[in-house]
């Protein structure tokens, strides 16, 4: 059974940093391509970074240059730094995995920037 938790959410400065976590349990995780979506409200949930299995990753334009996603294949755990915050990067920041055809998302952890 697939698992996806995601930590590190919270209320931060324009201008500031945040750093989520996400741990995957219950796939071969290494073998994975894994994901950071984020939903502002009112809005659909977007992409915002992938982490290829290999260790190459691609980020959305918006957060292109201020955030940096990596992941640590011992701990089956994925990351997303965030750094120079904007107000418009206030969301609920998701996790997901696809295995075997099927998406898996975590719950959520929310991103407030704002002074």
């Known amino acids: 059974q697939v698992h996806i938790v995601e930590s590190g959410g919270g209320l931060v400065q324009p201008g500031g940093s945040l750093r989520l976590s996400c741990t995957v349990s219950?796939?071969?995780?290494?073998?994975?391509?894994l994901d950071w979506y984020r939903q502002a409200p009112e809005n659909q949930r977007v992409w915002v970074a992938s982490?290829?299995?290999?260790?190459?990753?691609n980020y959305a334009d918006s957060v292109k240059g201020r955030f940096t996603i990596s992941r640590n294949n011992v701990w089956n755990k994925v990351f997303l730094q965030m750094s120079n915050l904007k107000p418009e990067d206030t969301a609920v920041y998701f996790c997901?995995?696809?295995?075997?055809?099927?998406?898996?998302w975590g719950p959520g952890t929310r991103v407030t920037v704002s002074s």
């Open positions: 982490i290829f299995a290999g260790g190459s990753d």
């Open positions: 219950g796939i071969n995780f290494r073998i994975h391509d």
């Open positions: 997901h995995v696809k295995r075997q055809g099927i998406d898996y």
